[in-house]
């Protein structure tokens, strides 16, 4: 049972956000016929699509829209009577409750989603968006691309192989989707694309940088929100300025020293997804002086690096090669953790063990390791980002409890 | 010649002594009672049918205990008895759902009533017999009246957790928040009835749907299900003794 | 002969510190059958594949959470334990989010030397084909720098020929299995054996066993069974099932046919051969092509006369779970009931799966 749900935001820029998401639904739905549709798991370079024009749906965001209006029991529930196992994702049950459940299956939040035309999945985030994707593709009848790229599991490297392979597979996708839509890439456009997201993307890097700042300009509150122009209008002029604008309020709150609370006590890192049906704990804190100063699902960290090549797909691989985003070796995920704790002034660590969400659960027993060796104050609480099911207010309230007194006992 | 059948499960023991296509008497014994010991069970059914073992042709048994059974000629799945007991007492029944004390299933039957799948679910405790009895110990309400309590609710509290440890935390918050009885059983029906339509839907379901085992003498279980099913089920007048039935069709067949 | 195939695989530990001494050779421990076995054979070293055990990951669960496949889970367990001391290095190739994580589990956790990540594409193309054998290239480089042995193409030439063989022979207790002349847990033992042993003693081993079993009459009237596991690394739940009396004649199991089905080109240049086969001839629904699975699990399940499935998938096996409804509506649709478990390798949970296997072989019994 939640009581509470969305985030209080604190930032003036956070609230375009829902006006922009509301916005890209309505357009999606509308263009019908006029823009092919492809389904899209996050990671999938939405530059390309933009740049062909293509009307993408990215699903995780949808999952995540209808747990924030706490519609996930419902759908949750009519996935597994579909079939899907609750071990699942929660996002796919999610939406294969609102592909399959029928009349079971509650209303979908802004009348649903365009019906694709394809569905498009990338190989290298984790194993059930693949199945996901492949059961989405039989259901409806559709072809399902898998993007692929070399794994790195220790981040970037230079490797000629791995550029090659990287490259073949982006081109092979283009070539995917040049066949769906009947027409061919624009390698201008691409290119045009390419370097405002670049753009956005630096302007994000910058913003976590500000972040460090005491008090802290912008929590995890805010930012779950803000990543959202950044990761579905890739490349577009609105993502841009969404960026410039939010970039001069977090400058002006440092320089005004204008904080998320009247007087800062403590600083938490949130590790793991958030659970996106009851967001306002991240504003728990704030009663106790607390801030979720930072989180480490979306963080951005790495400027883009200068052009590779003339041609961008070429530019494409050898960046991604070089930075592996997705590289999930815990090695590289405990130093970055114990970076961000150091670089944040960060005094507790809130470990969210995401059961369904395999990819970031799997690492977090090791981080909580890493974290008690260091000394670091830390919390597990265990609750699906996705299936409100699992969430037990009682339970969670009171140990959040135990260690906001730890936090604030630990003060000098 | 009389049959019988004895269907040995963890919290309850049943038995029931057929002749000549009716039942000539049957029993129930929880465990734990010195009459749940298979042999006193048999023993106290046959006289209440009013016949010795000499006269009994053959037992079949049944249930988690069946193997302790020494004197039947044969043992078989609770799947397979609860089925023959269901379609004996429903010509038309084609989906059993079987809610025992520990573990509950799901049958579902072809046109001829031969099983042709099955779900079982004795690792999730809600929706079993403990725990409507743990529930009756939380909120100080025998269980027998609990779903009568729940029917006179207006509107149900929601105890919306998937898992009995965190319902059984979410019960006691609300008692302490003061939410009347009933109200809360009401939220608790549903949450149950949520759980067993899951194992339900692992299998095809066709109508006619018969309840058998303790929880379908609940009233606002069974209107809660119904709900859900969108049709009425059909409610063996003893729910409990319909393994133990099947049982003792199955010792009936066995001897030609 | 076929009793003591169970021996080896519970004696693996000292089977293999027993070769290491006697032979002054490297182990090498490998994870899933996507890892080409002869490179490493080449290099006159010992592939042998990760098991668990059948006792509570005390260690193990201090690394990795509740709500994951329990195998790689239970193998870190041993690795802590110091059941696996003996190894000079462990392969973990790109297939799963769990095997991927014990890249890091045992870099991180164990002293073990070599922790090796495979690169494996999760496409199958050429442009795969042609990376995945440069990695192929690569891992033969680290293989020869780790065993001191150089792997010459003539003897990456005659370990495929070894390893085919192998194949040919697990294909004919295969068959002799839909015979009734080898049980599902006879089989399993072979196959389980196979991955742990020296591959031309595992050839000697079979022609015996083969021999052997050519002498049996076929098996009485067990209750004919396929099975499509996610994995089962010891033999107990075929055991139970055939203890019910039912008898295992077919299987899609990564310790079963999956691991032999399909033999390597050796016509072809090796490294391109071992990338063809062991890119797209590995059938399991991590590869993302229902089609071809579909295909795979009907030349399993040809000629053997099935009268119902069981499938056993470990609880959390993302890959599994979201092939399952597909595959129960595909046996199904051939008029073949379908009994499902998802797993959680424990032992209580073998007496709740006698239950449910009693209920389903009388059910087919009829």
């Known amino acids: ?412 | 010649m009389a049959f019988g059948g004895i269907d040995v499960g963890s919290v309850n023991t049943s038995v029931v002594i057929f002749e000549d296509a009716r039942i000539l008497s049957h029993l129930i014994v929880s465990s734990g009672e010195l009459d749940s010991e298979p042999r006193r069970a048999m023993e106290k059914a046959l006289e209440a049918a009013g016949l010795d073992w000499g006269e009994l042709a053959t037992v079949v048994a049944t249930g988690r205990g069946r193997s302790g059974v020494d004197f039947a000629q044969k043992w078989s799945s609770e799947v397979v008895c609860q089925a023959r007991g269901a379609i004996w007492l429903f010509h038309t029944a084609r989906t059993v759902i079987n809610l025992g004390a520990e573990s509950s299933r799901v049958i579902s039957l072809n046109e001829y009533g031969k099983v042709q799948s099955f779900a079982t679910n004795d690792k999730c405790a809600a929706g079993s017999g403990l725990f409507f009895e743990s529930m009756s110990y939380l909120m100080e309400v025998p269980v027998a009246e609990m779903g009568q309590l729940a029917l006179e609710a207006e509107t149900a509290e929601e105890v919306s957790s998937r898992c009995a440890v965190f319902a059984e935390s979410e019960v006691i918050s609300h008692i302490h928040r003061g939410v009347a009885k009933e109200r809360i059983l009401a939220g608790l029906h549903r949450a149950v009835a949520d759980r067993i339509l899951d194992l339900v839907s692992q299998v095809t379901i066709y109508r006619d749907i018969v309840l058998t085992g303790g929880v379908a003498r609940n009233p606002a279980l069974v209107k809660e299900l119904e709900e859900r099913l969108g049709f009425a089920v059909c409610l063996p007048p003893e729910p409990q003794i319909v393994g133990a039935l099947g049982a003792a069709l199955l010792a009936g067949k066995k001897s030609g | 002969m076929i009793e003591s195939l169970g021996r080896l695989r519970k004696d693996r530990h000292d089977e293999a510190r027993a070769w290491k001494e006697r032979m002054g050779k490297k182990v090498i421990g490998v994870f899933c059958c996507d890892v080409p076995e002869e490179l490493i054979y080449a290099a006159g070293m010992l592939p042998v594949r990760i098991l668990g055990e059948h006792e509570e990951a005390s260690e193990g669960n201090l690394h990795f959470p509740t709500n994951v496949c329990p195998y790689p889970t239970s193998c870190l367990d041993q690795a802590l334990k110091g059941r696996y001391d003996y190894l000079d290095g462990v392969i973990v190739p790109n297939v799963c989010d769990m095997i991927r994580a014990m890249h890091g589990a045992w870099k991180l956790n164990t002293a073990i030397p070599n922790v090796y990540f495979l690169e494996v594409p999760q496409r199958i193309s050429n442009h795969g084909v042609e990376f995945f054998r440069e990695n192929l290239a690569r891992f033969q480089r680290s293989l020869e720098e780790i065993s001191g042995n150089s792997i010459s193409s003539e003897s990456l030439k005659q370990a495929i020929d070894v390893y085919n063989r192998n194949r040919d022979l697990l294909h004919r207790a295969y068959e002799m299995r839909r015979k009734g002349l080898v049980s599902g847990v006879e089989l399993q033992e072979m196959v389980l054996s196979s991955m742990l042993i020296p591959k031309e003693e595992h050839n000697r081993l079979m022609d015996q066993c083969l021999e052997e079993a050519g002498q049996r009459h076929p098996a009485g009237d067990g209750v004919r069974l396929f099975i499509s596991a996610s994995m089962l690394d010891d033999t107990d739940f075929l055991q139970l099932i055939e203890d019910c009396g039912g008898w295992v004649i077919a299987d899609d199991m990564p310790m079963g046919s999956r691991y032999f089905f399909y033999s390597v080109d050796n016509e072809a240049e090796p490294l391109e051969a071992l990338a063809k086969r062991y890119l797209a001839r590995i059938p399991c629904p991590r590869k993302m092509l229902p089609q071809a699975r579909f295909e795979y699990v009907e030349e399993t399940l040809a000629g053997a006369e099935v009268q119902g499935v069981i499938i056993h998938n470990l609880k959390a096996c993302d890959c599994h779970l979201y092939e399952y409804p597909y595959l129960k509506e595909m046996f199904e649709a051939r008029g073949l009931p379908v009994l499902f478990f998802r797993g959680e390798e424990t032992e209580a949970e073998l007496e709740t799966q006698r239950d449910d296997i009693e209920a389903f072989i009388e059910v087919l019994r009829g």
Not at chain 1, 79 to 95: H, K, N, P, T, W
Not at chain 1, 201 to 218: G, L, N, Y
């Open chain 1, 1 to 412: 049972m939640v009581t509470s749900t969305s985030a209080k935001k604190h930032l003036q820029t956070t609230l375009e956000v829902p006006a922009l998401r509301k916005k890209y639904y309505a357009e999606s739905l509308q263009q019908g016929t006029n823009r092919k549709v492809a389904w899209c798991s996050n990671g999938i370079p939405s530059e390309i699509l933009e740049a062909m024009d293509i009307n993408a749906v990215y699903l995780e965001n949808y999952a995540t829209v209808c747990a924030a209006k706490r519609l996930s029991s419902g759908f949750c529930r009519a996935g597994e009577r579909a079939g899907f196992s609750q071990d699942v994702c929660g996002y796919a049950r999610i939406l294969m409750g609102y592909l399959l459940g029928g009349e079971e299956a509650p209303e979908a939040p802004y009348g649903g989603v365009a019906k694709p035309d394809f569905l498009v999945v990338n190989s290298y985030s984790c194993d059930s968006r693949m199945g996901w994707f492949a059961t989405m593709g039989r259901t409806l009848n559709l072809p399902v691309y898998v993007l692929d790229a070399p794994y790195q599991p220790q981040g970037g490297c230079t490797e000629d192989v791995n550029v090659i392979y990287s490259e073949s597979q982006l081109e092979d996708f283009v070539a995917f989707i040049e066949e769906q839509t009947g027409t061919k890439l624009d390698r201008d456009k691409l290119r045009e694309k390419l370097d405002l997201a670049r753009r956005s993307h630096d302007i994000q890097v910058d913003i976590f940088e500000m972040r460090k700042a005491i008090p802290s300009p912008m929590g995890a509150g805010d930012a779950y929100t803000i990543v959202w122009p950044g990761m579905y209008l890739t490349g577009t002029k609105e993502c841009d300025e969404f960026y410039q604008r939010l970039h001069s309020e977090v400058s002006e709150r440092i320089e005004k020293k204008i904080g998320i609370v009247p007087e800062e006590k403590f600083r938490l890192l949130w590790s793991g997804l958030p659970f996106w049906y009851n967001m306002a704990l991240l504003n728990y804190f704030e009663e106790f002086g607390g801030v979720v100063a930072i989180e480490n699902a979306y963080f951005r960290y790495q400027k883009s690096l200068p052009s590779q090549h003339k041609d961008p797909i070429k530019d494409m691989a050898i960046s991604s090669t070089m930075r592996r985003p997705y590289a999930d070796d815990i090695e590289q995920r405990a130093e970055i953790t114990l970076d961000i704790v150091r670089d944040y002034h960060v005094d507790g660590v809130i470990l969210a063990f995401n059961p369904s969400c395999r990819l970031m659960y799997v690492l977090q027993p090791e981080l909580k390791n890493v974290l008690d060796r260091h000394e670091i104050p830390n919390l597990s609480i265990e609750c699906d980002m996705a299936d409100e099911r699992t969430y037990s207010e009682g339970q969670i309230k009171t140990r959040l409890d135990a260690f906001i007194e730890r936090m604030l006992s630990g003060r000098k």
